[in-house]
């Protein structure tokens, strides 16, 4: 059992940025490949960003690609999403996902995952 824990949601600017955390209980983090999920009010889920298990490995969505960056700390059980250059349109509640994988470099972009964090809300205001 894995338990995610977001931190780092917030109220910002345009053009401001925010650090997203993803805290995962647990001895088996590495076991998992990671990534950020978005849900804004009216639509659907959206994928974000992922990681691999190694950390070697990332994909992006290409409304997020230049601006933000996605991390892992797998000495810290801990995922990380830098935006940056922050637009209206990126506001949604924010969801960490993992999934266990066997392929230490292999990104996961769609369900199913795992588990699910219970998500940090992120607002950019014009």
């Known amino acids: 059992q894995v338990q995610l824990v977001e931190s780092g949601g917030g109220l910002v600017q345009a053009g401001g940025s925010l650090r997203l955390s993803c805290a995962a209980s647990?001895?088996?983090?590495?076991?998992?490949?990671m990534a950020w999920i978005r849900q804004a009010p009216g639509k659907e889920r959206e994928f974000v960003a992922g990681?691999?298990?190694?950390?070697?490995?990332?994909y992006y969505a290409d409304s997020v690609k230049g601006r933000f960056t996605i991390s892992r700390d797998n000495a810290k059980n801990t995922m990380y999403l830098q935006m940056n250059s922050l637009k209206p349109e990126d506001t949604a509640v924010y969801y960490c996902?993992?999934?266990?994988?066997?392929?230490?470099?292999?990104?996961?972009?769609?369900?199913?995952?795992?588990?699910w964090g219970q998500g940090t809300q992120v607002t950019v205001s014009s």
């Open positions: 996902v993992a999934r266990r994988e066997v392929s230490a470099i292999k990104v996961v972009t769609t369900d199913p995952y795992d588990y």
């Open positions: 990681i691999s298990r190694s950390g070697l490995n990332t």
């Open positions: 647990g001895r088996t983090f590495t076991s998992y490949a």
